[in-house]
């Protein structure tokens, strides 16, 4: 078979199959004040999802009521109930799916049947995009090696907004998850942190449910040097975000008080130089 025969086989057997969309969700994923969908995705991605029907999701109750927000916008190709929704298995939520998907116990590729059959499918998050800081990159590894074409749609990314909005060093970063919740190990990965900040000039970008975030602050300031920036972004395209930037010092001092920011709402929080 010649290179130029084999290439077309290959364009024609991809068009047989349907494409994996990474379908952004907004931020407001369990606060009391949501924020209009037409203000944080654009419309393409909101016509994009309407005429979705099969879906690989973190909680179908959630998914539906996302796309019952999308309907108020374009009319969704199938209704609420017909959607096809299959969720990812909660060890993936508890453990991340990060890792080789043999040492998750699931293959994410049995997700995929519909795409292999023709049909587009999306994969959703909570909030943000699906397999950042989220469940969802053994969905998008699985569909790699099926040879499926993979679609990020264009939305709200926390991680990246926060940097931007930081004053931090966006040319060298890291998200490290979460913190420890114990005290003195907590501590301990905060120097840690500091500690590669400063030698390497690399941000360090970290997050925690919201009713740990006061905790978490009171023990950024108590541990961190004066001279280490902190930047904390809550709240991100909610009608009530907050977000300061300051030298540790400067937050001691009051010019970086807590006072204002929004800490009961999903916050970013980012150390560095």
Request: with cysteine; aromatic share 4%; hydrophobic share 45%.
């Amino acid at each position: 078979m010649s290179a130029h025969t084999l290439a077309n086989a290959q364009t024609q057997a991809s068009a047989a199959h349907g494409r994996l969309y990474l379908v952004p969700a907004p931020l407001d994923f369990g606060t009391s004040d949501p924020t209009p969908l037409d203000q944080v995705l654009p419309d393409a991605t909101l016509q994009t999802a309407a005429r979705l029907t099969h879906w690989i999701c973190e909680n179908a109750k959630s998914a539906r009521a996302y796309l019952k927000r999308v309907n108020e916008h374009h009319a969704l190709a199938a209704p609420l109930q017909a959607q096809a929704m299959q969720e990812l298995p909660r060890a993936v939520h508890k453990k991340g799916d990060h890792r080789p998907d043999a040492l998750l116990g699931f293959d994410a590729r049995a997700l995929l049947a519909p795409v292999l059959q023709g049909t587009d499918m999306g994969l959703l998050s909570e909030a943000g995009m699906p397999a950042v800081a989220d469940p969802g990159s053994s969905v998008v590894r699985a569909a790699h090696a099926l040879g499926l074409e993979v679609v990020p749609l264009v939305g709200p990314v926390s991680l990246l907004l926060a940097l931007a909005a930081s004053g931090l060093n966006g040319q060298n970063f890291a998200f490290v998850g979460y913190l420890p919740q114990d005290a003195e190990a907590r501590t301990q990965r905060i120097r840690e942190l500091e500690a590669l900040a400063h030698q390497t000039g690399q941000t360090q970008l970290f997050i925690e449910t919201p009713y740990r975030n006061t905790a978490l602050l009171e023990a950024l300031l108590a541990t961190l040097r004066k001279d280490t920036r902190l930047a904390l972004a809550c709240g991100l395209t909610l009608p009530r975000a907050r977000l300061r930037s300051a030298s540790v010092q400067q937050w001691k001092q009051g010019r970086g008080t807590d006072a204002g920011l929004a800490l009961d709402l999903p916050t970013v929080f980012g150390i560095g130089l």
